[in-house]
Every structure is written in C-alpha cells, then in structure tokens.
C-alpha cells in the first residue's frame, strides 16, 4: 500500500511540474540593470558627530575655568539671607546617616575603574567586527 502511495505521488508530481524548462534573460539584461543601478541617485552619508570638536572645546574650557575658580578663587559667601529664611528649623537630611565602609568604597572605586577600562575595549571589538 506504501509503494502505491509512493508511485500515485511521483506521477502526480511528474504531472504538476512538467519537464523544467531552463529560462535564459534577455540579451541586454545586463546592460539594462547596469543602466538603472547607475541612474539611481545614490546619497552617501557622512558621519557628523552630534557635538562638533569646537563645541567640545568650549565644554572643556568652561570646567577647566569652573575647577580653577573653585580652586583658586577667593570665595566670599554671604548668609545673611539664609539666616533670614530661618531653615535651622528645618531639618530634612536622609543622608546624614548615611555612611560608606572601606570595602564599599573598594566595590565602588574598582567597579569605576573597570567601568573606565571595558568601554573603550568594548567599543574597539565592535568597531573590529563592523568593519570585516
């Protein structure tokens, strides 16, 4: 019963398909495609960061010139006008209990400096894998 199951679908299939008939393009086919490919307006895009070198340059200026007035300035406060708001009443503080251990700050401090170390070497494997 198989191998009549077998020979009704090889006939059915023989009849469904037919012989192949192998189809050839025509023969400026591969003029026209090369024609159409070339007449596309073909936009290449350049890679522009989103904050250019100059405006980074200002960025970097501004911390600098904010560390160094921090730094070296002569800072003169006058709390006069905290005094008169009368905040001495207030006291709202949920970090003044908060307090770091040695090993946290370990934890911390290491997670930094691996933090600082993987993303460059991320971003190179990645770079690497794009570009092959």
Do not use: H
Request: contains cysteine.
């Amino acid at each position: 019963m198989n191998e009549n199951a077998d020979k009704y679908l090889d006939g059915l299939s023989r009849k469904v398909i037919g012989k192949p008939s192998v189809e050839s393009p025509s023969f400026d086919f591969t003029q026209r495609v090369m024609s159409k490919i070339e007449s596309l307006n073909t936009s290449v895009t350049t890679y522009r960061p989103l904050i250019s070198k100059p405006v980074w340059a200002v960025i970097l200026l501004g911390v600098i010139a904010v560390f160094g007035y921090v730094i070296f300035g002569k800072l003169t406060l006058n709390y006069e006008w905290i005094q008169d708001l009368s905040l001495d009443k207030v006291s709202f503080n949920p970090l003044s209990d908060f307090s770091l251990s040695q090993t946290m700050t370990y934890a911390i401090l290491l997670f930094a400096v691996m933090l600082c170390v993987q993303v460059p070497l991320l971003k190179r494997y990645f770079d690497k894998r794009l570009d092959a």
